[in-house]
Each structure stands twice: as C-alpha cells, then as structure tokens.
C-alpha cells in the first residue's frame, strides 16, 4: 500500500477527519481548533497540487473506492464499472487546486475573524465540511455521489451562512431562501439522475457518456439539469438567492461560497461537455449558455452600481462575473460541432471562460476579504456610513485597489488576461457579445470607483479616528491572493498554457474523460 | 396493470411541491411542499427499479427462475430519505429562528433583503 | 390474487394524489402536516408492494413518523 | 517568450507593458521636472481657489455613497424602476424564476430536436 496512490481519497479524507475532530478538540482547547481546520486544509492543499503534477504530467487519473487496487475499474466480466470511483482530469484538479486554495486561506482568515466566544468549534466543523463536498464534488465520477456532495454542500453553506442568525435575523433569512432553492435545484438533480438510471442502468459519468444517445427522456434530464445548475451557480433570472447569501454570510465563508457556486458552475459544464458533447443540439443550448451569461453580466453589473451594502455590491458583482465564465464555455460548446471555428476561436473562448473561473475566485476573494476587513473594523456594511478608511488602514486600501482593478481588467492583473481572451475569441463568433462583455467591464470599473471613493477616500471621519489595521493573519491572507493576482496578471501565458488548455481539452475531447474508466486507453 | 399509473403520481406530487413553493406563503408550508417534491422523486426511483414478477433484492440466494427487483434505486432512495430529514430539520429549525427574529412566518412579511 | 394487489396499487396511488392536493388546499398547518404524513405512510405501503421493503421501513420510522415529529415541533415553536 | 498570451487574433504581454508604463512614466516624470520651481508648502498656494469663497470644512466635503452616479440613476429610471421591483426578496418569486426558466429551456431543448 503506497500512499501515493491513495492521494485522492486523502484529499477528502483529512478535512473529514479534521471535522468531526474539531467539536472533540474545541471541547479541550477552543483556541486549538482554527489552527487544526487550517492545517487540515493546508494538508489538502499540499495533496492537490501533488495530484496535480501527477495529472498534468501522466494523464488523468482513477481512485477506486474498496477494490484490491485502487486503480482497477472494471471488475472482470462486467461491462460498465459498478463501483463509486473518484475520476479526476484536468478540469476537475483545475477546480479543486480553487477549492484548495480558498478554502485553506478562508480558514486562515478566520483565525483572527471569527470571534472566539461561541460556536468556533462548530463553524470550522461546517467549513471544514463544506471543503470536503466542493472537493467531493468536482473529484466524483460518480453522479449519484455527486448529488450526496450537492446536498452535503447546500447544508454546510447553510449553516454557515446562518452563523451569525442567534444575534440577527437577515443572516436566517437568507440562509432560509438560499436553502430552499438549493434543496428544489438538489431535488430536480436527483430527477434527472433518476432519468438516466432508468434508460441506461448506469451511474457512472463515463460509462454515461458512452452509451448517452440524446434522445427524448435525454433531451428532458438536460433540460432539468441545465437551469439548475446554472441557479447553483448564480446565473440570472434565478440570481435572487445570490446578493442575499453572500451578503449576510461571514466574508471568509463568502470567499468559499464563492468556489462552492463555481464548483457548481464546474459541474455544469462537465454535464454538458463531458456527459453529452457532441450528441446534444451544440447551437442551441450553447445559445441558452451564452444567454444566461449575457442576461448575468448585464444585470448583475448594473444592479451593483446602485446597491449601498458593500458586500451587497459585490456580490452582484461575483453574478456579472459568472456571466463571463457562461459567454466564454457557451460560445465554445455553440461552435463544438464545428471543425474550422472550434480550433479557430472556440477553443480560445473556452480557455478564457475557464481562466476566469481561477481568476474571479482569487480576486473576488481578495475583494470580499477587504470588505470583511472594513467590517471587523468600523463594525458597518453600508457605504454610506464609511469613509476616509485609507488614512488608518493602508494595507487594506492596497490590496482593495489590487482586487478592484483586477476585476475591472485593468491591465496588467489577471482578470484583463482572461477578459482579453474572452473578448477577442467571442468577437468573431459574434461582434456585440464582445461589445457587451466591455461595456459590462466599463460599468464594474464605474461601480468599484464609487466604493473605493465613498469606503477609502475622503478625509478622516471623527467616528473612525481609533480605527488599526486589521491583524497579521488577515493582513497575510490579502497579501498571498494579492500576490497571485500580480502573478497571474504578469505571466498569464504559464497558467494558460500548463493548467487551463489542459482542462479545456478534457472537457472538449469527451474520450479523454471516459477513456481511461472504460479501458480503451 | 398498474403501468404508468405511478409516474402518474410522480407528476402529480412534484406539481404539487412546485405550487406550494410558487404560490403559499407560509413558510412551514413551503417545507411540507419541498417533503412532497422529495416524496415523488423516492416514488420515481423504486418505480424504476420495478421489475415485474420480481422478488425483493434482500435474499442472499434468490429462489430460482424469478428475477429480483433492482437493488441499485432502493439504495439511492435510502440515502435520499435520509438527506430529505436532514433538510426538513434545517429548514424547520431556520423558519423558527426567522419567528424568533421577525415574529412571523409569512413569506412576504419575512423579506428586509432585497433589492 | 395478483388482481388483489393491483386493487391496492391503485387505491394507495389514488389516495396519495388525493392527500398531496389536500397537503395544497389546507390552510391549517396541523392539518397540512397531516396530510403529508399521510403521503409518506402511503408512500411506504406503495414501496412496499414495489417489493422494496428496507425503503420502505425507513420511509415509514423516518418519513412518516420522524419529520412529522419534526414539523409538529416547529409549528408549536412559531405559534 | 516569457509572458505572452496567444489570442488567436492577437497577441499580450504583460511585461512589455509594465516597460511601456514605466518609460512613459519617466517621460512623464522628466516633463514635470521641467516645471515651474516655485511651488511651496503650507502657504497660500496650497489652498483651493473655489471663486474666491472660503473653503468648507472637509468633514462637509466628503461625498456619501448613495450621492454617487446620481445622475446615471435618474437618467435610467426606466430601467432601474422594474429591475429593482423584480428583486422583491419573496421566496415564492425565487422558486417561481426556476420553475419558468426550467420549463422554458424544455421547451426549446425538446423544439430544438
């Protein structure tokens, strides 16, 4: 038994230990158990990207839950793999290193965040959790625990959003809504799991994928799962949910909620590349991807500029932003069937609607950590009520002016590489999505000058002369994710290149995904 | 005989699910209508797994010359209930701390965050 | 006999649907929740003819008698 | 070459800008250099000149939030007027959104053929 082939498993399986050890530990030691949820996901970390050398260099890779080895799908004489397997490629490591990251700076975060008085041993319990399903489900090959991991995120995210709900009631209010249409999108995912069980009598994504023919009961579970999962992801009309979670939510949880909705977004995508590909009708649902995208950023970005609740703000924000992802992954699938467009620009769209998942999740994190910084200090959310902060608090104005041009894709940060990538491969496909996508830019730019002005600028408020910088270790989490925006922004090409062309042609060669459970190699 | 009467029922209960999230405003009664979709769906999955003339998959050796009924859906229905309590639990617990916090249980009265 | 069962079938269905538009129309909750306890006990004896009787002991402790216990519970807290 | 992104119909590098900006800066910096010498602190040429009127107070001056983009606002009212009666912050509309986005995309799924 190596360990190195057991990597997989231990991805989830630290966190989960350190999950139901932290409420035993926090009984001991209340202040010991942050430090074990951070380490926990340090471990994850270190894991991720060890698979991930292994992946990008080997090919993708197959754990196999209580066989003799865990590489071995099929057992001799069966025709498809009956066993829940883990099947990881370059999409999935791609969305896990994410989830790694996020999760282990957003614990890190809270160390100092989180108030040590009550309930700390229960909220890194739920974090500790809610990583554990992100990774279970963009790890998974399996649907059905797909749907487990769902649920297992709606609750932990829930759960968390509510953390402050004993002192106040928005927080219950909106985690209430945030569960009640994630449990009908969770529900409506077992729907079409069930659908395909009953054509097919299979479960596993690959062995779906080879025998899925497109046909009515197909063409109904697509349609299910599609707006549910792109609801999950926070796309509009079906965005409402959005503003009010990630606003009420503690803003390291925000970070991961964050990844957890891009992790459904990952699992979007991979129903419709990898589960259908070509058989599915590529212009018309790539055209319903690009629309959800266009309706995301266009509203999303001009609902921000009136809100008035800073995290409120960013949060319409993280939805316009979503919208990018959709126009860059839709316009690749609408020219999938196509030989001369796909390598022409498709690929490229692709490449930079799957770039800017990595890039929202850094920037927006650092974005939200910002304003979780103001909060811990002047004790408000509203805009109205802040200014003249840049005087007391300079590091946070730093890396605030980092995140803001980032996500307005000034150059040279990385939201303009994939902003650039996205806005001259779409505009081949069609002018005035392009030409959207840069007005949508434009308006976020507009509505983070206003924050930045009315938060930062402006002389000293009387009310905020006490006001200190926030301590190290959220002072520390800003700087690592500022410092991989710069990176990212500076050399682009080593990320592009090395771990998003590599998804991109996961997702778009479906043999490569199912290949290797299948055993045609 | 009874053919596709179950999917009938299905339908029927999933429809009535969505009409109580859709249209009632009390907010216990949206946590019944999210049992009742959850309740079709289980009903979906064992009709699935039906096989006609089967036997139950829970003999180790089956009698001879009859097929079993899939075992794989029952499995996933299990979970499924299991997952469904768990939410009703949450939701429950959350509409309760809304009262606490708002004095009513009524959608539309229950809304400061919009906009 | 195997009319016998169908019979069954077909009442226990008829009922479900029934109950599930009587979970919609009732404005009491207790009456609500009764109704669709009333679903999942059906639900039961239907998976049972399904010939699924593990689902349907669990459906019966669990979904039946558990969260009605539950929703009994949070209707007497928010009165 | 280190730092170039293809684009298909394209090409950007982030270091070559990074110089660019950095040359321009220090032209930009050289002309200032060239100016006027006789700038100094703390004096009368530090103050603002608002028409000759005193200058308020600059715990007045600071512009609040909900002040900013007023005029874009006003300008989009019939735009901004039903998208922010859309957000109502009713559960029923959420779960209402879902249900008529769900069977508008099985509609066009199952037209499309």
């Known amino acids: 038994m190596k360990l190195m082939d057991h990597i997989p498993a231990l991805i989830i399986a630290v966190p989960l230990l350190a999950a139901f050890l932290s409420p035993v530990v926090g009984k001991i030691n209340k202040k010991v158990v942050g430090i074990l949820a951070a380490l926990a996901l340090g471990f994850s970390l270190i894991f991720t990207i060890i698979l991930a050398v292994k992946i990008l260099s080997v090919g993708p890779q197959v754990y196999v839950f209580g066989a003799k080895s865990p590489s071995l799908t099929l057992p001799s004489g069966l025709k498809f793999p009956i066993r829940i397997i883990f099947q990881i490629d370059a999409m999935g490591i791609f969305m896990g290193l994410i989830t790694a990251l996020v999760s282990f700076l957003g614990a890190v975060y809270s160390l100092a965040f989180i108030d040590k008085n009550n309930g700390i041993d229960k909220y890194y319990s739920l974090l500790l959790l809610l990583a554990v399903s992100m990774f279970g489900m963009e790890l998974t090959g399996d649907i059905f625990n797909f749907f487990v991991f769902l649920e297992i995120a709606s609750m932990a995210s829930v759960s968390l959003i509510c953390y402050k709900g004993t002192e106040r009631g928005e927080p219950v209010e909106a985690g209430f809504k945030y569960m009640v249409v994630s449990s009908i999108s969770a529900l409506m995912v077992l729907f079409a799991i069930g659908i395909f069980y009953g054509e097919y009598d299979v479960l596993n994504m690959a062995a779906l994928a080879s025998v899925i023919k497109y046909s009515q009961l197909d063409k109904i579970a697509l349609g299910i799962l599609v707006p549910v999962l792109a609801m999950k992801a926070g796309a509009v009309p079906m965005h409402m949910w959005t503003p009010d979670a990630y606003s009420e939510a503690p803003a390291p949880i925000t970070m991961i909620l964050v990844a957890a909705s891009q992790a459904s977004l990952y699992a979007l995508f991979r129903v419709v590349f990898s589960l259908y590909n070509i058989t599915l009708n590529t212009l018309v649902v790539g055209w319903i991807i690009i629309i959800f995208g266009l309706l995301s950023m266009f509203i999303g970005v001009t609902m921000a500029i009136i809100q008035k609740d800073i995290k409120r703000l960013m949060a319409y924000h993280a939805i316009s932003q979503t919208g990018y992802m959709l126009l860059g992954v839709g316009v690749g699938l609408a020219v999938l069937a196509n030989p001369i467009a796909l390598p022409e620009y498709g690929i490229t769209a692709m490449e930079g609607g799957i770039f800017h998942i990595m890039n929202h999740a850094l920037y927006k994190g650092l974005l939200f950590l910002t304003a979780g910084a103001l909060f811990y200090r002047t004790g408000t959310r509203d805009l109205d009520k802040m200014g003249g902060l840049a005087h007391s608090m300079k590091y946070t104005t730093i890396f605030f002016i980092i995140g803001a041009a980032a996500i307005a894709g000034l150059p040279p940060f990385n939201g303009f590489a994939s902003k650039l990538l996205i806005y001259e491969s779409v505009y081949r496909f069609n002018p005035l999505l392009s030409i959207i996508a840069m007005v949508v830019s434009i308006l976020t730019l507009a509505s983070f000058v206003k924050v930045f002005h009315s938060a930062f600028l402006g002389p000293q408020l009387p009310q905020f002369k006490e006001v200190k910088e926030v301590p190290q270790s959220m002072v520390l989490t800003m700087a690592v994710l500022s410092c991989l925006i710069i990176f990212f922004g500076l050399f682009p090409d080593l990320i592009v290149k090395n771990l998003v062309h590599p998804a991109v042609m996961s997702l778009i060669e479906q043999f490569k995904y199912t290949g290797i459970v299948l055993g045609g190699r | ?115 | 006999m195997s009319s016998f069962v169908e019979i069954i079938h077909l009442a226990t269905l008829t009922i479900i649907i029934i109950a599930a538009f009587l979970t919609v129309v009732f404005k009491k909750l207790l009456l609500a929740v009764i109704a669709s306890s009333v679903v999942s006990l059906l639900l039961s004896l239907e998976f049972y003819l399904l010939h699924a009787p593990d689902v349907a002991i669990a459906e019966a402790a669990i979904g039946a008698g558990l969260t009605m216990a539950i929703f009994i519970f949070a209707i007497r807290g928010t009165r | 070459m280190l730092g170039l992104l293809e684009t298909g119909s394209g090409f950007w590098n982030a270091l070559i800008w990074v110089i660019v900006v950095l040359l321009i800066g220090a032209i930009v910096y050289y002309i200032r250099n060239k100016g006027e010498q006789g700038y100094k602190k703390n004096t009368e040429q530090d103050k603002p000149f608002i028409s000759g009127n005193p200058e308020s107070s600059k715990e007045g001056s600071h512009v609040s939030a909900s002040h900013i983009y007023w005029g874009f606002t006003e300008a989009l009212r019939g735009y901004y007027n039903p998208l922010v009666k859309m957000h109502t912050g009713n559960l029923n509309d959420y779960s209402g959104w879902i249900v008529i986005i769900m069977a508008l995309v099985l509609i066009l799924v199952g037209v499309s053929g």
């Open chain 2, 1 to 115: 005989m009874i053919g596709n009467f179950p999917y009938v029922t299905v339908a029927v209960s999933i429809g009535c699910g969505l009409y109580i999230l859709m249209f009632q405003k009390n907010l216990i009664k949206l946590a019944i209508g999210i049992n009742l979709i959850e309740s079709g769906i289980n009903l979906f999955l064992i009709t699935l797994g039906y096989r006609k003339g089967g036997v139950a998959p829970i003999y180790t050796q089956a009698p001879a010359g009859k097929a079993m009924v899939l075992p794989t859906p029952q499995a996933l229905t299990l979970t499924s209930i299991v997952i469904g309590v768990a939410t009703s639990a949450l939701v429950l617990s959350m509409a309760m701390m809304i009262y606490k916090h708002y004095g009513t249980i009524e959608v539309d009265k229950a809304r400061r965050l919009r906009g």
